[in-house]
């Protein structure tokens, strides 16, 4: 793992998803226009028919397949990342002693409310709207042994409006990802440095 802290260095992500990368997307077009000050130092998914794979591997980037935690950890720690960025992945990924408080994760509520195990994408915009809530948004936090448990680092807050459905209310509370992830990777890496 790199070595901690070199005022304005860069941090290295190791990026973890599922899908299709649409987060990922967002995190790569930052750092490439200078919006976010990172390097993205590899990708991986749990599935091999992940889109954001092809994603990765459109920008050059090092991408593998991987289902076992030991094997997520390794290639991780090969690859010398500073932060781990969960960016849609699905699974529960205990976490090992080398990267306590370097793994995050975005969820699209404001947790605690609306998280756990099998809360994702519209089911969580689905039970917002069941609930009645007039507002929703996005929680940053750290990951911990439990989905959707460790300390929160950032929330963005999005009204819930009249006549919103699930699409409306999806696509209001990814914008607010798209400004709230890089904003949480930056403060979380000033916090490391700091130590």
Avoid at 6 to 27: A, E, H, I, M, Y
Avoid at 30 to 36: H, S, Y
Avoid at 186 to 193: D, N, P, V
Wanted: with cysteine; glycine share 10%; proline share 5%.
């Amino acid at each position: 793992m790199a070595t901690l802290p070199r005022k304005d260095q860069r941090p290295r992500l190791g990026v973890l998803l599922s899908g299709s990368g649409r987060t990922l997307q967002n995190l790569l077009d930052r750092t490439t226009d200078g919006r976010m000050r990172a390097t993205i130092a590899g990708v991986a998914s749990d599935r091999a028919d992940a889109f954001g794979l092809q994603r990765a591997m459109d920008h050059g980037l090092e991408t593998r397949h991987l289902r076992e935690p030991s094997a997520i950890w390794s290639w991780l720690l090969e690859l010398d990342v500073d932060l781990v960025v969960l960016a849609g992945y699905l699974r529960l990924l205990p976490i090992v002693p080398e990267f306590a408080g370097r793994v995050l994760n975005i969820h699209p509520s404001l947790l605690p409310k609306f998280g756990g195990k099998g809360m994702l994408g519209d089911r969580v915009h689905t039970a917002v709207l069941a609930a009645g809530e007039t507002e929703s948004g996005c929680t940053v936090h750290l990951c911990n042994e439990n989905y959707d448990e460790g300390r929160i680092l950032v929330q963005a807050h999005v009204p819930v409006l009249p006549g919103d459905t699930v699409a409306t209310l999806g696509a209001r509370v990814f914008a607010a990802e798209c400004e709230t992830y890089p904003a949480a990777i930056a403060m979380r890496w000033r916090e490391l440095e700091a130590n």
